[in-house]
């Protein structure tokens, strides 16, 4: 079969193709295939690696634009899941800047993680008798967050990274920030949770490519979510974004429908609007928003046991 590989020298990209005989193939992890054309057909081919077990997180790589943990991956595996293929596509992860073949520049990204500064301040000192002592459940609450190896495929499938990522973080940085911010020997979450605010923690587009991607099964959208929560809680409501949340949650609790008009106007507000009347228009052109829902919009059916559950889930909340 046919390995091809997105390269880059420095000057040029270019795809390489690479022919192997499926024995070749079969049996290796993907880090492994890489391992073996280096040493048998191509030594000038770059790319990062170390641990070998799924520890460090110096070997993400993407597979036909998806994007795996080379050494965690077994070539058997991707060959099932594609179907045994002729030919299999190896890039460098997406989202981040291209420094040689399938290696990236993590420098921006480390600088991100420092933004949210992830080492906790301790509530208490340590050399208080008492210390910083957690029970299972504070342990449990942010154990899953510290398995994050920082690979960079939760960045490389980021939806809003790709269309914009000026104004966002990669979703490990909130991940870490999550981690941190519910640490509960943490003296002062505000200090992770405000330069998450800052830096793009209500632009997550939802689309959970992180989530499906991790390979240590790291939820980065829920750890957004929660970071929400927390803001929301703290009163650091300010902006489009918290805006946003409660007018759906308006939407939900008055008729169980989103009303595309009320949800626009609310959210940013009469004036911000007025600049939108051609995104209003195409709107309506393909069905999306109805001009009569100004008067109003009709309960779904069953609102009231909607209703229900948001209350459930408010008095939980509160306990
Ligand atoms: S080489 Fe360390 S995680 Fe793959």
Redesign the pocket.
Known sequence: MKILIDRFNGVDKFVQAYDLSIDEVKGKTL?ALLQHIKRTQDISLNFT???????????GVRVNGHSY????TKMDDLLIEYDNPESLKISPLANFKVLSDLVVDWEPSIENLRKIKPTITPKEAFSDKKGCVQTQAEVDAIKKQWDC?L?GCCASECNKLEADSSDYMEPFVFTHAFRAAYDSRSKDALKHLKPSIANGLWMCVHCQECADRCPKGISAADDIAMLRVMAMKKGLKDGTGPAHAEAFLKDLEDTGRLNEIYLALRSEGVLANTTKIDIAYNLMKAGKMNPLHIFGDEEIEGHEDLVKMIEAARAANKE
């Open positions: 880090l690696s170390a641990c070998r077990m799924a520890i460090c997180g110096a070997c943990l080379a050494c965690d190896i690979c």
